[in-house]
């Protein structure tokens, strides 16, 4: 019923920037939130970031390890959910996938409904 596509990611040096989009399609009215999560080689894939797609403003929750270097916004009208991410760090590489939910507020990946297929962030050192 919906359907996520990732794009953006790329190769960067430390210290460089990055903004991933998502957009989603189908029956976008029925989701509350969208968020970001990551995997590395080797890794259980991890929380990044989410917002409220309903609440005015937008509510947002990140991860400590993101939190002042990442933002994560809304355009609703283009159903599509934005992560800039900024001063890049090595261990920030993973594949990085949008998910959505029919709930607001989730943090668990199992709280999640719709997942993208991921696209690849890589930052060199």
């Known amino acids: 019923q919906v359907r996520l596509v990732e794009s953006g990611g790329g190769l960067v040096q430390a210290g460089g920037s990055l903004r991933l989009s998502c957009v989603a399609s189908?029956?976008?009215?029925?989701?509350?939130?969208m968020g970001w999560f990551r995997q590395a080689p080797g890794k259980e894939r991890e929380f990044v970031a989410n917002i409220n797609l309903k609440r005015s403003g937008g509510s947002t929750y990140y991860a400590d390890s993101v939190k002042g270097r990442f933002t994560i916004s809304r355009d609703n009208a283009k159903n599509t959910v934005y992560l800039q991410m900024n001063s890049l760090k090595p261990e920030d590489t993973a594949v990085y996938s949008c998910?959505?939910?029919?709930?607001?507020?989730?943090?668990?990946?199992?709280?999640?409904?719709?997942w993208g297929q991921g696209t690849q962030v890589t930052v060199s050192s």
């Open positions: 189908g029956r976008t009215a029925s989701l509350y939130s």
């Open positions: 998910a959505a939910s029919i709930v607001a507020g989730p943090r668990n990946l199992v709280e999640y409904d719709y």
